[in-house]
């Protein structure tokens, strides 16, 4: 794939990540908070999960893209192996997910959250639509970023589709819980 249609892509799927979750924000707020079991996640939970992974990955992804190696054409992007196993894990599969454990300062459970957060959420959505236009410019396959995971990189391009295909999976999550 050129990198120009992935970075297209991320793009519109960070687009309709920001109207879901203004549509979010229409919800009372014992909607947003309901859950479904004591070990479950609300609709608000799912956004903070987002917004502490953005916190790590929207300032390492800009560092990469400032120091990365400049392009000057268009180059094709592919993922490796792992890298390509792991997004695609990401993504719901027959309105099913592959369960998950999040790493403890991740886990937003029983938090006290409100509307904010959602617009947190959007706002860090808004940055990222900005660092897709700033990637551009840079070659998605050779910048290397470090991930959640110690001693692990993932390609910039591979880093930016597991950013946004988590965050497409847990809004999925937020609107599929049981409405009580």
């Excluded at 014992?30 to 859950?35: A, G, I, V």
């Excluded at 300062?105 to 409100?114: A, E, F, Y």
């Excluded at 808004?126 to 990189?153: N, Y």
Aim: contains cysteine; aromatic residues 8%; positive net charge.
């Amino acid at each position: 794939m050129k990198q120009i249609e992935l970075i297209a892509d991320l793009k519109a799927r960070t687009s309709e990540l920001i109207k879901e979750a203004e549509a979010f924000k229409q919800l009372p707020a014992e909607r947003l908070n309901q859950k479904s079991s004591s070990t479950s996640w609300s609709v608000l939970e799912c956004l903070e999960h987002l917004n502490l992974y953005g916190d790590f990955y929207s300032p390492e992804i800009e560092s990469c893209i400032i120091d990365g190696e400049k392009i000057n054409q268009d180059p094709n992007f592919k993922s490796g192996w792992f890298g390509e196993k792991t997004v695609q894990d990401m993504l719901p599969k027959n309105d099913k997910v592959i369960k998950m454990s999040t790493f403890k300062d991740k886990n937003p459970i029983n938090s006290d959250l409100s509307i904010a957060t959602i617009d947190r959420f959007i706002k860090q959505q808004e940055g990222m639509l900005r660092l897709l236009d700033l990637a551009s410019s840079v070659h998605l396959e050779k910048v290397k970023t470090k991930i959640t995971l110690p001693l692990i990189k993932f390609k910039l391009g591979t880093t930016f589709r597991f950013v946004i295909y988590h965050n497409q999976r847990h809004l999925w999550q937020a609107n599929n819980l049981p409405k009580n």
